[in-house]
Structure formats: C-alpha cells, structure tokens
Nanobody
Framework: QVKLVESGGGSVQSGGSLTLSCAAS????????YAWFRQVPGSEREGVSA???????TYAPSVQGRFTLSADTAWKTLTLQMNNLKSEDTAMYYC???????????????????WGQGTQIAVSS
C-alpha cells in the first residue's frame, strides 16, 4: 500500500509562483512513475506533468515552460515548481503514483495507481 500526501497549495495572484510537494510512504517501488493531475469541477481530471523511472519528465502543453517537476533520489518526494501562474491553472491538484509515466491527452484511468487527496490552487487575475 502506498500513501501520498500533497502540500503547498494555496492562493496566489496571476504571475506568481507556488511549489507543490507530494510525500510518499508505504511500499515505494522505483518501478512506478509519478505524476501530477488537476481537475476543476465539471471537467475531466487532466495530466499536468509526469516523471518516469529514468527521470524523464513530460508536461502538458499548457504548462510547458512554466512548471518544473522533480523527484528525490529516494523516490519518495515529488516536487512541482509552478511559475508564472495563470487563472486557468486554478484547480485541485492531485499527486499520483503508478503507470503514469507520460502526460497523455484524454481521461485518466485512476485504477492504474495510487492517489493523494489533492491540494487546491487558486490563481486570481
């Protein structure tokens, strides 16, 4: 069993920055990937960024160049640095661990891994 706990959410003005963290505990396997997803009410959960076991990261086009994803060498802490935030980044952000090794368009199969409870980001213009 894996437990994921997100932190770092909050409110910020457009153009500002936030850093999200995800702490993993339990059975941590380096054979799985990490990813951040986000969701607004009434919409599908969408991939924001992912990192695979080699450290290769992918990003959604909407955040490319503004967000940076990293993981520690113990593969227990995931960090998402978010810069130049925009109002459209407002959402609940979820950390996930499992078969989420690349950001791909379309709905996500949540059964493919473990999920945190989410942390809210609100960006005001």
């Amino acid at each position: 069993q894996v437990k994921l706990v997100e932190s770092g959410g909050g409110s910020v003005q457009s153009g500002g920055s936030l850093t999200l963290s995800c702490a993993a505990s339990g059975y941590i396997s380096k054979s799985n990937c990490y990813a951040w997803f986000r969701q607004v009410p009434g919409s599908e959960r969408e991939g924001v960024s992912a990192i695979d076991m080699s450290g290769t990261t992918t990003y959604a086009p909407s955040v490319q160049g503004r967000f940076t994803l990293s993981a520690d060498t113990a593969w227990k802490t995931l960090t998402l640095q978010m810069n130049n935030l925009k109002s459209e980044d407002t959402a609940m952000y979820y950390c996930a661990k499992g078969s989420f090794c690349r950001v791909v368009p379309g709905p996500v199969n949540q059964a493919l891994g473990y999920w945190g409870q989410g942390t809210q980001i609100a960006v005001s213009s």
